[in-house]
C-alpha cells in the first residue's frame, strides 16, 4: 500500500486544528487562526517525521508530551502553570475522543487498507469519514461539559440557607465557596458571610449602617443601650477575600442555622458585608466548606 507523506501532513494538519479548536471553545480561549495553525503544522510535521521512522526518540512518550506542551503553549498561550495543566488536560482528553469516534466510524465503515505505523492510523479510508467521526466527537464534548456544567451551577454552587438571630428566622440563597475558610480567629468557629441588608429585621441598623467606623473603633453613631447589648457580642474576623487584603468583618453568632434544611447547626457566625455580593442578587451570602460541613 502507497502512503503520501503529503496526504499524511495534511491529515494530521486537519486532525489538529479541529482537536485544537474544540479545545479552546471549550476553555473558552480566544483563538488566533494563526497561532492556531502553526500549533496544528507542528503536530503535523510530527507526525510525519515519527511515520518515516527517521529516529526511534521521536516516539518516545516524553517527546509527546513536550510536543502537547508546546502546541499548547503556542495556540493559547496559558499565563500560568494552572491554565497549562488544565489545557493540556483538556486537549489530552478531547483528542481521546476523537480518536475514540475516529475508531468506531472505520470499524462501522469498514474501509479497505488500513495500517497501524508508529502510533499512526493510516489508509485509504476517505476524508469524509475523519470529518464526522471529528463532528460527533465534537457534539459528544460540548454535550458532556454542558452538562457537567449545569450540574454543578445548579447543584454544587448554591444551596438554600436560614438561620436564626435574635429569634428571628431569616433565609437566602448562598453560593458554595470552595475556597472560603473563613473562620472566627479566637474560636475557631465557621463564618457565613452575609449581606448586611439581610440582617435589618434582626438587628440595629445603627449597627449595620456604621460597620466601617465600628471596625475603626468609632462608637459615637451607636446608642448606649444598643452598644451594651451588642458591642460584647460582636466578633471581629480577619480575611483575604471578597476583593480586599487584610480586611475584617464584624461578625456575630447565629442562633442555630439550615443548609438545604439538613439538621440545625448551632456553632456558626455570620460575617456581616456591608456591600452587595452580586450586581444581579443571585444570591446574597456565601459559605465555605467548614460552615457546609456534611450536609450538602
Known sequence: MTIYIDIVLMENLMMNSIILLATGIILKEKIKKVRLFLASLLGAIYSVVSYMAILKIYTSIGLKIILSIVMIYIAFNPQNIKKMWKSLLIFYLTSFVFGGAAFALIYIVKPQEILMKNGLFLGTYPLKTMLLGAIIAFIILVTAFTVVKTRITKKDMFCEVSFTLEGTNIETTAMIDTGNLLKEPITNTPVIVVEHTLLYK?????????????????????????????????????????????????????????????????????GIYNKSLTKRGEYRALIGIEGLGDVH
Open 202 to 270: 434582626c438587628m440595629p441598623k445603627e449597627i449595620l449602617n456604621h460597620l466601617d467606623e465600628l471596625l475603626g473603633g468609632d462608637f459615637s453613631n451607636i446608642p448606649e443601650e444598643i452598644k451594651e447589648k451588642y458591642i460584647s457580642r460582636l466578633k471581629f474576623i480577619p480575611f483575604s477575600s471578597l476583593g480586599k487584603q487584610n480586611g475584617m468583618l464584624i461578625g456575630i453568632k447565629a442562633e442555630s442555622i439550615k443548609i438545604n434544611n439538613k439538621e440545625p447547626k448551632e456553632n456558626i457566625i455570620i
